[in-house]
């Protein structure tokens, strides 16, 4: 806070001939009555009982007609150059010189001996602690003033009777008495004084942390100061003091303009003086609010070169040294931190011990040793400063600091609980206040205690508040870098590596900007390292770990991060299999952690890495005692982590090899049921979600293959439908819920504006590609995959904040019971689990239920990958091939196809042969099964030429899980069923060239430009996502899909009158698409090209007509999350597109895509494709399909398989390459 100011005036008011003469019953001037030792005012000789009567500085000069009149000339002359008083000492005149330093000077009126004995009686009173009876005596006095020629010495004494008030901490009557002074005073005509005593009970409502009245009060010295003219020292106080109130609120902007006008008037009026260089440090410490450490550090030595030469030890002096120790802790410069902090705390103990500032030495000195690592040390610092603090009974500021790194020592030390407390009481503190820097700080030490408990949602809640407060208050400051590198270490811990690592370069450039060579810094190294490690790239990673190496071992060599780092490099060598390094670097971690942070979280990192190397090795027992180690301190400090279920799965693999396969099992069921209960906590989109369940579907995996072991295969299909889809499980469960009611409006409104950018950038990228302009486009679908990131996380904040989902009861995974129970007569549901050693496979019917045991993953897949591959062999384009080659060529892969297609249907149905008796069959696929067509493959034992395949025995159906059958069932009935039948999509319009465009488009058109095709051409049309970037010439375009109008009109001829809609050309739009009246149809067709992105399924969609009828450009893309905002509560939804059946792959979670996405939409079945469709093939292959579908009666899996035995009979569409890539999914 800046000091108590006067104004300017260099001859008082009321200092002329009358003030000269003693006033009425008065002595002239005032008589000294205490002077502390060591400050200005001794160091000139002053003593108790000297009369002060006038003063001089150069030409101005005046008298001293009361002590406010001396504090005036203490604040308003002494800032201009030294000052002489002039008085007695007894009968000898005196002269005192007396520079601008603290004066630290008590002085009380000249009383006549009458007035003298009553004030002395008073004042014996109040050192008695008679409170009331001595504040009584003031005012009796007062009274008596009332009428005298002092017109001060009424409003002097209610001053006295405040402060004695405020002492006691009476604050209501001190108040009071403050504010009845300041009113005499401006009754008498002295606004100066009036000035001074509302700055006195400003000071003493800052101290309270009453900060509005505080504020109040400082306008109202304002007001007073600004009487005597606008150029007074008073006034820049006033300025000054507001400045702080602003920056103390997090009102940075309002501080700097404040601060400004204090120091503009400062500079004019008292140029190198102790107040002027005040000016300079208020400033500061806007500048270091905001991150702009280099311009804060330059005004403080700025300050400090001016104290040094007026006042070298003052309290000036000191508080610079002190902002100036933390402008350098904030740079992580800890040395010089140090030295100006001890130097600091030199001079405050000198000059003020046991204050407030002694206390905020205590705290810097502690925050240096806790960045350069050592713990306790720090933790003593802090209890100093906070036994300082709580002699003053402060809540101000330096006690929030004080807590907050309490806090932050405690949690760094392993004692959460403790830590989560000192946070609580900052906050607490803080009670009505909201949006300050202090709360974000507190908010962000919470959220670090949450990540660490695995509580990742409301961590990451806790952080995006407190980054909402600093982009706001301190915008490019290292808080900010902070709070981004928090977020980035909640999406790692969540999985998502591509959003961890796009927080992490948004914190970069500013941590090594702001803090070169320092300890966040190499957090954030680290951090960019684990994310390198889990794509696999370990020598990258171990290089990263090594720079953040470097680093700590500088700033704190025996610190927490610097042990962390020695735990990620032996990780490393761990997993590259070289044991004695990681035991090197594990064994050099220990005793720092053992020191530091005995029995925290770190430790428990560390025996867990100790405790795999044991494993490894099999030392069983070496093992086992690291992993319980491990368990005791989880089960303490977070029972709900990840970690801690990791914990619990180790120790259950342990128990395996020893043998004991009922302690493994309870251990496996701990660390599913911990597991499960992360997820609950987790947060983030659905790919977050699904990625999380994907990095540790292992545990499911292995305790499948303990209950398979110990013959429990029905608990065993429990256990993997816990697992398996269940993101899209809780997604169907969630879809037509009101998630928005009762969300907050500003995040509605975040979502809303995601939308509109998001729509912009999709009309963007239909341009680029209606003007064939192929180098933006990849650009463009970087903003789109940016922003799509961006309304996932908005998405998930308000589901979690939905009192809808909060109520919601979670689809439960479905028993082997629970399943037969759905199947209809004649079903039988083949679900696959993929293991790395060995794979499994339900065959499950009404009736009975078998598990058999198949190879191992890489076995099947590595068939699965060669089978997809000679499948869809047609469909590749070999640079250079003539004709005669492309036949040979696709004759060998059929011929090897049958082989390779026979190996696999032997691998993956030949153990359940004897069950392929029914003639529906419900697949649920597992890893690279998800890309073959079972209809396809030949009936297991089959030979010759041509042999049966599953497609002459079966109808076919897919699901993500059996879960998922039970809730896409209960939404159908749940339903009305749609009135009309079925509303087709077909041949839109890609390019302004296209001849629709100037030609009335019609059948003669449509069926012109397809007659005209050969048909070597027609037959390599296909509905590709490789399309997109063929060339024509140095074009860019997407190929006119002529066959899908043939399609469309089979589909209309076929449907009942009056029940179809039909959408061509340039009605084929987004707009048509997104229409609530699709709603209306059973079964919406889409006949287009479809776009796959296997990396970013978001960016994965259908293209509808991208130009309209004059030919200019129009979003014309249908992506992932348009889909997701339909309502089509349709029966069916015919994807006739390439590769719609595809999406990203998630272990456990299967292919997450655009049918997935209409399921969520509604939709209870799709057709969709596993491969690029040839326009001709797919459109001879709908037709067949609707016909069965609509004409016949048959049900989608039967008319699917009815079209495809057609096909499969006819020379012409007889490889499945035409006719296999279409399935049915859902329902």
């Known amino acids: 806070m800046s000091a108590l100011s006067a104004h300017g005036q260099d001859t008082p008011p009321n200092s002329g001939n009358t003030a000269s003469a003693p006033h009425e019953g008065l002595g002239r001037g005032v008589v000294v009555e205490k002077v502390t030792k060591g400050f200005a005012a001794d160091q000139a000789g002053l003593q108790e009982g000297d009369v002060l009567l006038t003063w001089s500085r150069g030409d101005a000069r005046g008298e001293i007609e009361s002590p406010f009149r001396l504090d005036w000339l203490r604040l308003e002359q002494a800032p201009r150059g030294p000052v002489t008083l002039h008085g007695l000492r007894g009968p000898e005149q005196r002269t005192w010189d007396i520079g601008p330093e603290s004066w630290k000077l008590d002085t009380r009126p000249n009383f006549p001996e009458s007035s003298l004995a009553e004030y002395l009686e008073a004042s014996e009173l109040s050192k008695k602690k008679m409170i009331n009876e001595a504040a009584g005596r003031w005012r009796t006095l007062a009274g008596k003033a009332g009428g005298s020629d002092a017109v001060w010495l009424r409003s002097w004494l209610l001053l006295l009777t405040a402060r004695l008030l405020a002492d006691e901490h009476q604050y209501q009557e001190s108040d009071e008495a403050y504010r009845e002074a300041a009113q005499a005073s401006v009754d008498a005509g002295l606004p100066e004084f009036a000035a001074q005593i509302y700055n006195e009970l400003a000071w003493g409502l800052w101290w309270r942390s009453d900060w509005t009245n505080a504020q109040r009060s400082y306008e109202q010295m304002l007001e007073e100061s600004l009487k005597s003219g606008a150029d007074n020292l008073i006034s820049s106080y006033a300025y000054g003091s507001l400045g702080t109130l602003a920056r103390n609120r997090d009102d940075l902007l309002k501080a700097e303009s404040l601060y400004l006008q204090a120091l503009a008037i400062r500079e004019k009026l008292a140029p190198g003086s102790l107040t002027f260089s005040q000016a300079l440090a208020n400033l500061s410490t806007v500048l270091r609010r905001r991150g702009q450490l280099p311009e804060a550090d330059e005004l403080l030595r700025r300050a400090l070169t001016v104290q040094q030469k007026i006042a070298p030890l003052s309290i000036e002096t000191a508080s610079t040294l002190l902002s100036l120790g933390s402008v350098a802790l904030d740079r992580e410069d800890y040395g010089a931190a140090g030295d100006y902090y001890r130097q600091s705390l030199e001079m405050f103990e000198k000059l003020v011990p046991g204050s407030a500032s002694v206390a905020s030495c205590w705290t810097g000195l502690g925050l240096v040793a806790e960045s350069t690592g050592d713990l306790g040390k720090a933790e003593d610092y802090y209890f100093k400063a906070l036994e300082t603090s709580k002699k003053n009974s402060s809540k101000g500021p330096e006690v929030l600091s004080i807590l907050h790194s309490l806090g932050d020592v405690s949690r760094e030390r392993g004692n959460l609980a403790r830590a989560e407390d000192y946070y609580r009481q900052g906050l607490a503190i803080q009670v009505g206040s909201s949006g300050t820097l202090n709360i974000a700080r507190f908010l962000t030490g919470l959220g670090m205690i949450e990540w660490q408990r695995g509580e990742f949602l409301k961590a990451e809640d806790d952080y995006r508040r407190s980054l909402a407060i600093f982009e706001s208050q301190a915008p490019g400051s290292t808080m900010v870098a902070a709070t981004l590198a928090n977020l980035g270490l909640v999406a790692w811990s969540r999985g998502d590596l591509d959003r961890a690592e796009k927080y992490y370069f948004q914190a970069l450039p500013l941590q090594e900007k702001l803090t070169p060579g320092g300890s966040s810094l190499a957090k954030l190294i680290d951090n960019l390292g684990l994310v390198i490690a889990d794509r696999g790239d370990l020598k990258k990673a171990e290089e990263y770990y ?578 997701y905002n339909l309502n089509l509560p349709a029966d069916l939804v015919v994807l006739s597109a390439c590769e719609t059946g595809l999406g990203k792959e998630i272990a456990g979670e299967g292919l997450i895509g655009l049918t997935r996405g209409f399921m969520y939409a509604g939709a209870s079945r799709v057709v969709a494709s596993l491969w690029s469709v040839e326009d001709n093939a797919t459109a001879e292959l709908m037709k067949r399909f609707y016909r069965a579908m609509l004409h016949d009666g048959l049900a989608p899996a039967a008319a699917l398989r009815k079209a495809q035995m057609e096909m499969l009979r006819q020379p012409r569409w007889t490889d499945p390459y035409y006719w296999g890539a279409f399935v049915v999914q859902g329902e």
Not at 853 to 861: K, S, V
Not at 909 to 915: D, F, I, N, S
Not at 966 to 990: E, G, I, M, S, Y
Request: net charge positive; with cysteine.
């Open 546 to 1123: 090594f720079r953040a190496l470097s680093i700590d071992a500088k700033v704190a060599p025996g610190g927490v991060d610097f042990a962390h780092n020695l735990v990620l490099l032996g990780r490393v060598a761990r997993e590259l299999g070289d044991f004695a390094k990681a035991k090197k670097y594990y064994d050099q971690a220990l005793p720092i952690l053992e020191k530091q942070a005995p029995d925290s979280l770190e430790i428990a990192e560390l025996s867990r890495n100790r405790g795999a190397i044991a494993l490894a090795q099999a030392d069983l027992a070496g093992a086992e005692a690291c992993y319980r180690r491990a368990l005791a301190i989880g089960e303490k400090l977070a029972p709900a982590s990840i970690d801690h279920a990791e914990t619990l799965a180790a120790l259950a693999a342990v128990a395996l090899r020893q043998g004991r396969q009922n302690e493994a099992a309870q251990l496996f069921e701990r660390a599913l049921l911990v597991f499960e209960t992360q997820l609950s906590r987790l947060g983030g989109g659905e790919l977050a979600r699904a990625g999380f369940r994907a990095r540790h579907a292992a545990y499911y995996n292995e305790y499948i293959d303990l209950l398979l072991h110990q013959n429990q295969p029905a608990l065993a299909f429990y256990v993997l439908e816990r697992v398996r889809a269940r993101t899209i499980l809780e997604t169907l469960a969630a879809a037509r819920l009101d998630l928005r009611h009762g969300v907050d409006a500003g995040l509605l409104e975040r979502e809303r504006l995601l939308q509109a950018e998001i729509a912009a950038k999709s009309g963007l990228r239909a341009q680029l590609l209606v003007r064939h302009r192929e180098s933006g486009i990849s650009a463009v679908n970087q903003e789109i995959s940016d922003l799509t990131l961006q309304f996932q996380d908005v998405e998930g904040q308000i589901r979690d904040q939905s009192p809808a989902y909060a109520s919601l009861t979670q689809p439960q995974p479905l028993s082997v019971e629970a399943v037969q129970r759905l199947l209809g007569r004649g079903a039988l549901l083949l679900e696959y689990s993929l293991g790395d050693h060995q794979s499994y496979l339900w065959a499950i019917t009404p009736g009975s239920a078998r598990t058999y045991q198949l190879p191992g993953r890489g076995e099947i897949e590595k068939q699965a990958r060669r089978v997809h591959g000679l499948l869809t062999a047609p469909g590749l384009s070999v640079a250079g091939e003539t004709g005669v080659q492309r036949e040979a060529r696709l004759a060998r892969a059929r011929k090897e196809f049958r082989e390779a297609a026979g190996e696999l249907s032997r691998m993956v149905l030949g153990p359940a042969a004897a069950e392929l008796n029914a003639k529906k069959l419900l697949i649920v696929s597992d890893g690279a099964l998800q890309y073959i067509p079972f209809a396809v493959l030949p009936v297991p034992g089959a030979s010759g030429v041509s042999p049966d395949l599953l497609v002459a025995r079966h109808e076919i159906t897919n699901l993500p899980s059996a879960s998922v059958m039970a809730v896409l069932r209960q939404q159908a009935v749940n339903r009305k069923r749609p009135a009309r039948t079925v509303a087709v999509l077909a041949d839109p319009v890609f390019s302004a060239d296209d001849a629709r465009i100037t030609s009335k488009p019609g059948k003669s058109l449509a069926r012109g430009l397809v007659d005209e095709l050969p048909d070597s051409v027609a037959e390599r049309l296909t509905r590709s996502a490789a399309d997109v970037g063929a060339g024509r010439g140095a074009g860019f375009y997407l190929r006119r899909l002529p066959f899908s109008r043939q399609e469309a009109r089979a589909i209309l001829q076929v449907a009942p009158p009056g029940e179809a809609k039909k959408a061509l050309d340039f009605d084929a739009s987004r707009r048509v698409a997104t229409d609530p009246e699709l709603a209306k149809y059973r079964i919406v067709h889409f006949a287009t090209h479809g776009l796959l992105n296997s990396e970013n399924p978001e960016l994965s969609g259908l293209v509808l007509s991208l130009v309209d009828r004059d030919g200019k450009p129009q979003n014309g893309f249908l992506d992932l999350q348009d889909i």
